[in-house]
């Protein structure tokens, strides 16, 4: 099983919050990725980085940042959560196969 | 908790039988194919992987096959089992370097004893 994690796994925050949330792997990997996954659908990049320094943004539009301040860390941060945010946040990272924690269910209220 | 998968199309299959999956990728140009297992709750998991120079790459109890022809990827599990249940994703590379993926619509897999 790949060493990377992910914290809150659930959080239910009101509308206006910020949060961050924490996506971190031991394995040295370069290239990190966010994902973001509504109940019973695919799977759409929002944001990814190829190392330190480095962030780009996704396929599927987000009002999301991240930051990649280091090799192991890559956190995502919402600064005005809204119930349109409500959905399943999905890291990864990749060395050979591509690696993903366990994701963070986030709910607006 | 709410369960990945409850809108996706559905295999129901009796334990023991072989299972198939099917794909439809987007982009002439991906020149990597990955499949993925997602169970409730839980991140994908890799299955197996498949590069465009091959048409054929086999796995324990799991077979990929693709056609760059018509863009169509597949997955069979052969004797499949009650803890093969979960959401299958078909994911491609599209390639020049980038490592993006791209996922395909998911199919949820019901094996029953």
């Known amino acids: 099983e790949a060493d990377i994690y992910q914290t809150p796994r659930y959080l239910v925050i009101g509308t206006g919050k910020k949060i961050t949330l924490e996506c971190s792997q031991t394995m040295g990997h370069d290239k990190m990725y966010w994902y973001q996954q509504d109940p019973g659908m695919e799977l759409h990049l929002i944001h990814y980085?190829?190392?330190?320094?480095?962030?780009e943004k996704g396929d599927l539009s987000s009002e999301s940042t991240v930051s990649r301040i280091r090799t192991e860390h890559f956190p995502l941060t919402l600064e005005s959560a809204r119930p349109s945010h409500t959905s399943q946040y999905l890291c990864?990272?990749?060395?050979?196969?591509?690696?993903f924690g366990p994701g963070t269910r986030l709910t607006v209220t | 908790g709410e369960s990945v998968g409850l809108h996706l199309p559905t295999l129901s299959v009796q334990e023991g039988d072989n299972s198939i999956i099917n794909c439809a990728y987007s982009?002439?140009?991906?020149?990597?194919f990955i499949w993925y297992k997602q169970e409730s709750g839980k991140g994908p998991q890799f299955i197996i992987d498949i590069r465009s120079n091959m048409d054929k790459r086999q796995g324990q109890r799991v077979t990929v096959l693709l056609n760059k022809t018509v863009k169509h990827l597949s997955l069979q599990i052969a004797a499949t089992q009650p803890g093969d249940s979960a959401v299958y994703f078909c994911a491609e590379n599209i390639g020049w370097g980038t490592d993006k993926l791209i996922f395909g619509t998911g199919t949820r897999l019901q094996v029953f004893p």
């Open positions: 982009n002439s140009a991906s020149d990597y």
């Open positions: 990864a990272s990749i060395g050979g196969e591509q690696y």
């Open positions: 980085s190829y190392g330190v320094n480095s962030t």
